[in-house]
């Protein structure tokens, strides 16, 4: 069997005109996983050329990928850091130089990355069929954790909670305000925890909006979410939060309400939220609410970079994919 000389070039970082590529290797490495899975009448469509630009700038120097001794692309790792909160994805490797130790090389480039960062979590997200996948990511020191389920529930034009606002609505000065006061909130529950960047991102990149409930002056809950459509040649037909935090049951309960307000009034069908199952009162809140069980992930973590642990009642939900 013919091997490469090298394993690869890299890492080098990831800029805008890479897209096309990183699309092209992430449909194909995602579809031959499902077809090796048993889901052979699956093909994974490429992502919004939008959402990878999202991805890239978050992450900046932490979007990495290498190169095959013809200078093309063969694999990447895109590592997130939300303060001390690291995480990788997406991560594929071309199908035809799988195998070959380069997925051990990219994995532990990115933890390696992250940890140098401060990340004080470490973790990724993977299929929990995929046996082989959960054993190669344990070898390198992640140990699995709970179930982030996505979820779905119907947009409502019902009353939104009164205390409630759209960032996207407010001046610069009180949008940055608010956004710190974010900040702040999280940090005092899961200390260095921080989706500022993410925010303003989103803001800038016109991707959606961050949804604020205040109570008594403070913030008592917040979403992140995206309104364009994830992957290419689909319709925006949901709304799908990407960080969520809520003080108490009956403020994420409020919250719910007010997300389905806003998919309604953005002209969405439904709200996507991947619940973390770790918050087990959020997740009956959201069965009791209708929200319809569509896909299972499992978060792995390292061993020595856990997630933050919350006070009791409180809910943070912090999507580890794109």
Same mark, same amino acid.
């Given at each position: 069997?013919?091997?490469?000389?090298?394993?690869?070039?890299?890492?080098?970082?990831?800029?805008?005109?890479?897209?096309?590529?990183?699309?092209?290797?992430?449909?194909?490495?995602?579809?031959?996983?499902?077809?090796?899975?048993?889901?052979?009448?699956?093909?994974?469509?490429?992502?919004?050329?939008?959402?990878?630009?999202?991805?890239?700038?978050?992450?900046?120097?932490?979007?990495?990928?290498?190169?095959?001794?013809?200078?093309?692309?063969?694999?990447?790792?895109?590592?997130?850091?939300?303060?001390?909160?690291?995480?990788?994805?997406?991560?594929?490797v071309r199908p035809d130089r799988?195998?070959?130790?380069?997925?051990?090389?990219?994995?532990?480039?990115?933890?390696?990355?992250?940890?140098?960062?401060?990340?004080?979590? !470490? *973790? =990724?997200?993977?299929?929990?069929? +995929? #046996?082989?996948?959960? @054993?190669?990511? /344990? &070898? !390198? *020191? =992640?140990?699995?954790?709970?179930? +982030? #389920?996505?979820?779905? @529930?119907?947009? /409502? &034009?019902?009353?939104?909670?009164?205390?409630?606002?759209?960032?996207?609505?407010?001046?610069?000065?009180? &949008?940055?305000?608010?956004?710190?006061?974010?900040?702040?909130?999280?940090?005092?529950?899961?200390?260095?925890?921080?989706?500022?960047?993410?925010?303003?991102?989103?803001?800038e990149l016109k991707l959606g909006?961050?949804?604020?409930?205040?109570?008594?002056?403070?913030?008592?809950?917040?979403?992140?979410?995206?309104?364009?459509?994830?992957?290419?040649?689909?319709?925006?037909?949901?709304?799908?939060?990407?960080?969520?935090?809520?003080?108490?049951?009956?403020?994420?309960?409020?919250?719910?309400?007010?997300?389905?307000?806003?998919?309604?009034?953005?002209?969405?069908?439904?709200?996507?939220?991947?619940?973390?199952?770790?918050?087990?009162?959020?997740?009956?809140?959201?069965?009791?609410?209708?929200?319809?069980?569509?896909?299972?992930?499992?978060?792995?973590?390292?061993?020595?970079?856990?997630?933050?642990?919350?006070?009791?009642?409180?809910?943070?939900?912090?999507?580890?994919?794109?």
């Amino acid at each position: 069997m013919w091997r490469p000389e090298r394993l690869a070039v890299g890492p080098r970082a990831a800029v805008a005109t890479d897209i096309p590529l990183l699309n092209r290797i992430f449909s194909d490495a995602f579809t031959e996983r499902y077809q090796r899975d048993g889901l052979v009448g699956v093909r994974v469509p490429q992502l919004n050329p939008d959402v990878w630009e999202y991805a890239i700038q978050d992450a900046r120097d932490g979007a990495m990928l290498w190169h095959d001794e013809q200078n093309d692309v063969v694999a990447f790792n895109i590592a997130h850091r939300s303060g001390t909160e690291g995480w990788m994805g997406p991560l594929a490797v071309r199908p035809d130089r799988q195998e070959m130790g380069l997925g051990r090389l990219i994995v532990e480039t990115a933890m390696e990355w992250l940890r140098g960062q401060g990340a004080t979590t !470490l *973790g =990724l997200e993977t299929m929990p069929r +995929t #046996v082989d996948n959960i @054993g190669f990511y /344990s &070898r !390198l *020191g =992640l140990v699995p954790a709970h179930l +982030t #389920v996505t979820m779905t @529930g119907d947009g /409502s &034009r019902r009353r939104m909670a009164g205390d409630y606002v759209r960032l996207k609505k407010l001046s610069d000065s009180d &949008r940055v305000a608010l956004i710190e006061e974010c900040r702040a909130r999280v940090d005092r529950s899961a200390p260095g925890y921080d989706f500022t960047r993410e925010i303003e991102l989103t803001h800038e990149l016109k991707l959606g909006d961050t949804t604020v409930l205040t109570r008594r002056g403070g913030v008592a809950a917040f979403a992140l979410w995206h309104a364009v459509p994830l992957a290419v040649d689909r319709t925006a037909d949901e709304l799908r939060v990407l960080k969520l935090f809520a003080e108490s049951s009956d403020a994420f309960a409020r919250l719910l309400v007010t997300l389905e307000a806003c998919a309604a009034g953005a002209h969405r069908r439904r709200v996507a939220i991947r619940c973390q199952t770790a918050f087990a009162d959020a997740y009956r809140v959201l069965i009791e609410r209708g929200y319809r069980v569509r896909w299972t992930d499992l978060r792995m973590t390292s061993h020595e970079h856990p997630e933050a642990q919350l006070p009791h009642g409180e809910v943070l939900f912090s999507n580890w994919e794109i």
